[in-house]
């Protein structure tokens, strides 16, 4: 079985700054890709990013150079540096763990708002 445990959600005003962090833990393969998606209130959920166990990382458009992803394999974490926050940013944001086909999870998610 694996947990993902989502950290760091909250409320920031516009332009600011917030860094989530996930944990995983269970029977974690070593081949894996790890990712960060959101969905906001009416919409479907999306990608933001994704970092695989190599390293390599994949940006959704929207959010190339604001936020910025990165992993430590040792600890099985992940985290997602968010720059630069707008109102649109507002949303639950869930962490991923691809096993590539051997299973995919889901963390229950972190709620970001983004408001003066």
């Known amino acids: 079985q694996v947990q993902l445990v989502e950290s760091g959600g909250g409320l920031v005003q516009p332009g600011g700054s917030l860094r989530l962090s996930c944990a995983a833990s269970g029977i974690i393969f070593t081949v894996n890709a790890m990712g960060w998606y959101r969905q906001a209130p009416g919409k479907q959920r999306e990608l933001v990013a994704r970092?695989?166990?190599?390293?390599?990382?994949n940006y959704a458009d929207s959010f190339k150079g604001r936020f910025t992803i990165s992993r430590d394999n040792a600890k099985n974490t992940v985290h997602l540096q968010m720059n630069s926050l707008k109102p649109e940013d507002t949303a639950v944001y869930y962490c991923n763990l691809d096993f590539y086909g051997r299973g995919n999870y889901w963390g229950q998610g972190t709620q970001v708002t983004v408001s003066s």
């Open positions: 970092i695989t166990s190599g390293g390599t990382t």
